[in-house]
């Protein structure tokens, strides 16, 4: 066992003896009236969202990004463990999701020959964020309303038959019987780690002592250019060679939907 892991359990086994030798100390003082609560939990929370990958193109400008939206917002899913006091929560854990890159040409336009291009690729990383929340207001009893901040790491791991480079040939008819061949040379490549950050807001309804669930918004921030695709895209008979650069990039939107299970909580009561 590593020395991280040795300190997160020791603060982890810490924090629950004090919550506990706390709580333990108001139950036994007599004669005092107790005017004062405050919460206090463990959770875990497992999470579903939409995270926006933001893509820059550089190349023809005629050219523009994906127009599928299932592109753009990539399904995320993780879980998270945490510690909530009453108006001040920390959590860490690991989420699975995907940053798309590419471009498109679309077919109403042309240049020569080119019509209905359309190239893109989706990377996979495992992200560990470490986040923390504090509560800015409470409109209702069960309500809270927490401005958000955090980082995350982000790891790809071994990209066994991710192919780097290929050559695409594709032919179409023109209007006059000839055949005009269109071929592009695509290159890919991706960071396998980087760091990202993100601001947010998150909105939390206690159910009860053990259960709340949470809807949050985050802008995400992140470097530019996690994934890029580069093509070159060439067809017989016209010598122009067209160049594009897709960069794909957390620097977007994330949507992020969570049941929390409290355990280990405490109601501890505080004398004035």
Not at 40 to 48: D, N, W
Not at 102 to 109: E, H, I, Q, R
Not at 137 to 160: C, D, E, H, M, T
Not at 185 to 197: L, N, W
Request: aromatic share 14%; with cysteine; net charge positive.
């Amino acid at each position: 066992m590593n020395c991280s892991i040795k300190v997160f359990i020791f603060i982890l086994c810490s924090s629950f003896w004090a919550t506990i030798t706390e709580a333990q100390y108001f139950e036994q003082k007599e004669g005092n009236l107790p005017i004062e609560k405050r919460y206090r939990a463990f959770f875990i929370k497992p999470v579903i969202g939409l995270i926006q990958s933001r893509v820059n193109l550089e190349g023809h400008d005629r050219f523009s990004k994906s127009q599928s939206p299932g592109d753009a917002y990539q399904m995320a899913l993780g879980a998270l463990l945490g510690y909530q006091l009453e108006d001040f929560t920390v959590d860490l854990g690991i989420i699975k999701y995907a940053i798309y890159s590419g471009f498109y040409f679309p077919s109403n336009t042309s240049i020569g020959g080119l019509t209905g291009i359309n190239r893109g690729f989706s990377l996979g990383y495992l992200q560990f964020p470490l986040t923390a929340k504090y509560t800015v207001w409470k409109p209702a009893k069960k309500w809270q309303i927490r401005g958000v901040i955090g980082g995350q790491l982000n790891i790809r791991g071994q990209s066994f038959g991710f192919l780097k480079q290929s050559v695409e040939e594709a032919g179409s008819m023109t209007s006059t019987g000839a055949r005009i061949t269109i071929r592009s040379v695509i290159d890919k490549e991706f960071r396998s780690r980087f760091y990202s950050g993100n601001l947010g807001i998150d909105a939390t309804y206690q159910l009860n002592n053990q259960f709340n669930v949470s809807v949050e918004v985050h802008r995400m921030f992140s470097q530019q250019d996690i994934g890029i695709l580069k093509a070159e895209v060439t067809q017989n008979g016209d010598p122009a060679t067209y160049h594009i650069k897709a960069a794909g990039s957390l620097n977007g939107l994330a949507l992020r939907l969570g049941v929390a299970y409290n355990f280990l909580y405490s109601k501890v009561r505080r004398d004035l």
